[in-house]
């Protein structure tokens, strides 16, 4: 997996003070979209085995307490990312306790295969859909347009 950025201390993308990762690889292709250049599943940097360790050590560390972990891209769900990304939800369950994960995607919850399916277990939100220009919204919490559905699977999320 390739990946754009990571963002140690977040307080944007999610609940709370989290750690963002934006993979690379995206086949949506949603007009509008303001992160084309991380369509490209080898754009960006290679998301190493050094940086999992580090995402698994800043979320457990207690001077700079994180809520959870937000995944976001590009899409986590590309068929080329759900490998590394189930390895690291799978640990953040495991070695992060009490930490949630929110998940934006194109793809809809309704839609996923059953490899996606094997990810969305570990996720407490959810937001799903494709970026409609026609639709788009400043004003709306977590999307940025009015189709997209912000999924409180878990009902971790206190107020969306
Ligand atoms: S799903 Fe997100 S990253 Fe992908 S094209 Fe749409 S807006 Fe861009």
């Known amino acids: 997996m390739h990946y754009s950025s990571y963002h140690s201390v977040d307080v944007v993308n999610g609940e709370g003070t989290r750690c963002t990762l934006f993979v690379s690889g995206c086949e949506h292709a949603c007009k509008g979209c303001y992160n084309q250049s991380t369509w490209r599943v080898d754009a960006g940097h290679l998301f190493t085995q050094t940086l999992e360790d580090l995402i698994i050590a800043e979320l457990n ?7 959870g972990l937000s995944l976001s891209g590009g899409d986590p769900l590309h068929p080329a ?4 990304i189930l390895r690291l939800v799978k640990r953040v369950k495991t070695e992060c306790i009490g930490k949630d994960i929110w998940l934006w995607t194109g793809y809809k919850l309704d839609e996923l295969s059953d490899a996606q399916q094997q990810v969305v277990k570990y996720i407490d939100v959810l937001i799903d859909g ?5 639709l788009a919204d400043p004003a709306l919490k977590w999307r940025g347009s009015a189709n997209q559905v ?5 009902g971790k999320a206190s107020n969306v």
């Open 150 to 154: 912000v999924h409180n699977l878990t």
């Open 81 to 84: 990312n759900i490998e590394a």
């Open 130 to 134: 494709k970026f409609e220009q026609s």
């Open 61 to 67: 560390d207690t001077r700079i307490k994180r809520r």
